[in-house]
């Protein structure tokens, strides 16, 4: 794994994806206007898979794995892209852009917690501090959104699927890692990708017979391309592309650049709006995380001295 000191390629093109993923919570929320969850995001998923499935087998690669390898990348295709994708698509159909951006800016944590798990590395009492202010920035976060907020199923089910699907999306990243050292990026996700959208496909097949296909609109087709074409096959290959070269950590702490411009656009293009209490939770989750990431570092110079 190459030592990431320098701003590099591999920078640059996380912010593209971050920058598309931003864009892309706000394009899914207006296409959800005009179609179903589980029917937009069955679409999106095969037509994301078929066209990375044609680019690996123009690169040559081809789609033969190891047995062992096999069924590592259906567990955890459906791990991430079956499991995280029925509750990603649900969950920002049932709350709003920003908030799904904040929370998902726990991905760092809940990698640091599965890469303590699976002994990877241990934590540092700094990071188990930074642990549970997330989960109170969490808590602020899904609790303060107005005045008239009333903590019932229907007000928190949008926030805790997105919740429990970055965990979902975590594990997937990090169980991912060791495939990464034998098996390219663009393959690895060609498949975990094809495999997960075979086992999604029951449960969204009815509601893509529904699809009334000659009253979407241009603008709800070019959104759904969009989906399909840049924020997954496009940004999912640059993430375990920098998965494999700077590891779990560092890739998964860009995710918070996301959090800006996913406000700023689901502000200009959604109207949405966030309470001030909002940004105080979202600031104590960047606080958690950026001590269960660099905590120790400062308590490690403390102690020397």
């Known amino acids: 794994m190459e030592e990431h000191k320098k701003f590099g390629a591999t920078d640059l093109f996380m912010f593209l994806a971050v920058l598309i993923w931003a864009v892309n919570f706000t394009v899914i929320k207006v296409a959800l206007r005009e179609f179903s969850p589980l029917g937009f995001n069955g679409l999106r998923l095969i037509f994301s898979a078929l066209i990375l499935i044609i680019v690996l087998a123009v690169s040559g690669e081809g789609l033969h794995l190891k047995r062992t390898d096999f069924w590592g990348a259906l567990g955890l295709g459906i791990i991430g892209h079956t499991a995280y994708q029925l509750l990603f698509i649900h969950g920002l159909n049932w709350t709003k852009v920003s908030n799904t951006s904040i929370i998902m800016a726990m991905t760092p944590v809940f990698v640091a917690l599965l890469s303590t798990l699976l002994k990877h590395e241990r934590i540092h009492w700094a990071g188990w501090l930074g642990i549970w202010i997330s989960f109170v920035g969490f808590y602020i976060v899904i609790t303060m959104q107005g005045q008239d907020f009333q903590f019932t199923w229907e007000n928190v089910r949008g926030d805790l699927m997105i919740f429990f699907g970055n965990l979902?999306?975590?594990?997937?990243?990090?169980?991912?890692?060791?495939?990464?050292?034998?098996i390219s990026p663009l393959k690895w996700t060609t498949l975990t990708l094809a495999f997960g959208t075979a086992f999604y496909i029951p449960f969204a097949v009815r509601d893509m017979v529904k699809i009334?296909?000659?009253?979407?609109?241009?603008?709800?087709?070019?959104?759904?391309?969009?989906?399909?074409?840049?924020?997954?096959?496009?940004?999912?290959?640059?993430?375990?592309?920098?998965?494999?070269?700077?590891?779990?950590?560092?890739?998964a702490i860009y995710g918070n650049i996301n959090v800006v411009f996913s406000?700023?656009?689901?502000?200009?293009?959604?109207?949405?709006r966030i309470s001030s209490l909002q940004i105080v939770g979202a600031l104590v989750i960047f606080a958690g995380v950026y001590l269960t990431r660099f905590g120790y570092l400062f308590f490690q110079k403390r102690e020397v001295r």
Request: proline residues 3%; charged residues 10%.
């Open 168 to 182: 979902f999306w975590a594990s997937y990243t990090v169980f991912s890692k060791p495939y990464l050292e034998r």
């Open 263 to 272: 406000v700023l656009i689901a502000n200009v293009f959604l109207s949405e």
């Open 212 to 251: 009334p296909w000659t009253e979407v609109s241009f603008q709800g087709w070019a959104f759904l391309l969009y989906s399909g074409i840049f924020a997954i096959a496009i940004s999912y290959v640059i993430w375990y592309s920098s998965v494999k070269r700077i590891g779990n950590s560092k890739t």
